[in-house]
C-alpha cells in the first residue's frame, strides 16, 4: 500500500472477447442450439470502468474517497449496486456527475463519462475488503475488483475517535439522550464549543449540550436531547470541525423510531 495523502488509479476494461475459429458446413449447423444453451455469454456488452481513491491509505477519523468512472455519457442512465460495506466504513454522500475523460491509448480527445463518487467516514484500524460494485448502463454492465484496504490509525492512535451511546430505538414524540464519547487523547486541547456545530435533523427536536463534572471524565464531550417527531428514522448526519491543524469526522447517528400508539 501506499503512503497516506497518496492517490490510487486503476484501469480496467471488462470488454468480451469473441474468438473466431473455422468449422464444418455442418457443425455450424448445431451452432444456433448452442446459443440458445449459453444466452448469458452472448447478450449485452461489457462496460468499461476505471477506478480511484483517495488516499491510497485511509486514515481512522478521516474521509476516504471511492471513484468509479463508467464508460457511459449519461449519468441518468447509470445505476449502481454496491457490496456489503465492512466495519468502520460509512457512505457519508454518493454522487453521480459527468466527467471527461482520456482513457489510455485513446487518443489525446478526451469523452464524457459517468463518475460515481462515495465518500467514507472511516473508523477503526486494519485490513478491510471492499467487495465489487456492480455498474449498469444501457444493457452494458461492468464490476469492479475488490479493493484491499490497511487502515492506518491517526497519528499511531489505533483507537475510534467517537462512538455514539444511547437507545437502540426511539419512540415518536418521546425524548431521549445520546452521548457522545472519545477516550483519545487527540482530544485533550480541543474547545468543547467545536462539538455545539453541526447539522441539524429532520423531523426531529434536537437540543446539543455540553456535558460537565463526572460525565466529561468519564470520556463524554456532547450530549443531544432528542424528540423525534415522525418514523421510521432518526438521522443525524456526520460533521467535520477543524482544531488547530487537525480535522476530526463526528459520525452520523441513524436509530429507528417507533410510530406513537393511537
Known amino acids: ?76 442512465e447509470v445505476t449502481v449496486r454496491p457490496p456489503v460495506f465492512p466495519p468502520g466504513f460509512s457512505p457519508e454522500t454518493v454522487r453521480i456527475s459527468l466527467r471527461y475523460v482520456r482513457p489510455e491509448g485513446a487518443g489525446s480527445r478526451a469523452r464524457p463519462w459517468t463518475e460515481i463518487q462515495y465518500r467514507f467516514a472511516v473508523r477503526g484500524r486494519g485490513p478491510v475488503i471492499l467487495g465489487a460494485f ?4 444501457g444493457g452494458k454492465t461492468g464490476e469492479t475488483p475488490p479493493v484491499t484496504l490497511d487502515v492506518a490509525g491517526a497519528d499511531g492512535d489505533g483507537e475510534e475517535v467517537f462512538v455514539w451511546e444511547g437507545p437502540g430505538e426511539l419512540a415518536a414524540g418521546e425524548e431521549a439522550l445520546f452521548t457522545l464519547r472519545s477516550h483519545s487523547r487527540l482530544l485533550d486541547d480541543v474547545d468543547g464549543a467545536a462539538f455545539l456545530a453541526g447539522p441539524l435533523p429532520r423531523g426531529a427536536i434536537l437540543e446539543r449540550f455540553l456535558p460537565g463534572g463526572d460525565s ?29 491543524t487537525r480535522e476530526f469526522t463526528v459520525p452520523a447517528l441513524r436509530v429507528p423510531v417507533r410510530e406513537r400508539r393511537r
Do not use: Q, Y
Open 1 to 76: 500500500m501506499g503512503k497516506p495523502g497518496m492517490a490510487g488509479r486503476r484501469s480496467f476494461n471488462t470488454r468480451l472477447l469473441t474468438p473466431v475459429s473455422v468449422m464444418p458446413a455442418a457443425a455450424r449447423l448445431f451452432l444456433p442450439f448452442f446459443f440458445l444453451l449459453v444466452p448469458s455469454f452472448v447478450k449485452g456488452e461489457a462496460l468499461a470502468l476505471i477506478t480511484e481513491s483517495f488516499p491510497e491509505t485511509p486514515v481512522s477519523g478521516s474521509l476516504w474517497t471511492f471513484t468509479i468512472l463508467a464508460d457511459h455519457p449519461r449519468p441518468d
Open 134 to 137: 456492480t455498474v449498469n448502463s
Open 216 to 244: 466529561r471524565e468519564g470520556g463524554a464531550v456532547l450530549c443531544i436531547r432528542v424528540i423525534p417527531l415522525e418514523g421510521p428514522v432518526f438521522f443525524l448526519p456526520a460533521f467535520r470541525f477543524s482544531a488547530g
